[in-house]
């Protein structure tokens, strides 16, 4: 599967898919700017999420990161190829 697309809203860094430890849910995600796209959305800027908004909404919290860590949250899906 290739996902080598750059990012449509800060075109610096490339759309990576990642995944929520907690339940393995997966996701697209630009580390530069935080947006996210849920599987089959189309990555473009009208689709974006923020990751931000998301994580605070599946944890029920304001503010996400005030005592936890990309890390404890989520991390990368492992490229099969590799
Ligand atoms: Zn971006």
Do not use: H, N
């Amino acid at each position: 599967m290739p996902f080598d697309q750059v990012c449509p809203r800060c075109e610096q860094d490339w759309v990576r898919p990642y995944r929520f430890k907690s339940d393995g849910a997966r996701f697209l995600l630009c580390t530069e700017c935080d947006s996210m796209w849920w599987p089959g959305e189309t990555v473009a800027i009208r689709c974006a999420s923020f990751l931000d908004d998301v994580v605070a909404a599946r944890l029920g919290v304001a503010e996400p990161w005030t005592d936890r860590v990309w890390a404890d949250v989520l991390e990368p899906v492992p490229d099969p190829a590799r």
